[in-house]
């Protein structure tokens, strides 16, 4: 089975770093392309960027270029979703998925498996 848990959200200020890490518990062969996306109160979960399985291809929502970096190591079945230059509206719940099917990657319907989130509030 497949159990992922995100950590590493918190409390940061305009222009500052966070790190989230999404580790799959049950030690699962990396065979999944995985996905971040957000939620924010009262709207709809968003994505945010994925990551193919070897790690070499990544893909992000035009909101999120130049800022956040996904990266992944397979040996410890962790990706991690890198945050730069946060602002206020990056405040949101995250969340990570995993998929092994092909698909539409930026789709929450593309996913199988989904984490329980994590806030991350940014502050102005």
């Known amino acids: 089975q497949v159990q992922l848990v995100e950590s590493g959200g918190g409390l940061v200020q305009a222009g500052g770093s966070l790190r989230l890490s999404c580790a799959d518990s049950?030690?699962?062969?990396?065979?999944?392309?995985m996905g971040w996306f957000r939620q924010a109160p009262g709207k709809e979960r968003e994505f945010v960027g994925a990551?193919?399985?070897?790690?070499?291809?990544?893909y992000y929502t035009d909101s999120v270029k130049g800022r956040f970096t996904i990266a992944r190591d397979n040996a410890k079945n962790t990706v991690y979703l890198q945050m730069n230059s946060l602002k206020p509206e990056d405040t949101a719940v995250y969340y990570c998925?995993?998929?092994?099917?092909?698909?539409?990657?930026?789709?929450?319907?593309?996913?199988?498996?989904w984490g329980q989130g994590t806030q991350v509030t940014v502050s102005s």
């Open positions: 998925a995993a998929t092994q099917k092909v698909g539409a990657l930026d789709n929450t319907g593309a996913y199988e498996y």
């Open positions: 990551i193919s399985r070897s790690g070499a291809v990544t």
């Open positions: 049950g030690r699962t062969a990396t065979i999944y392309t």
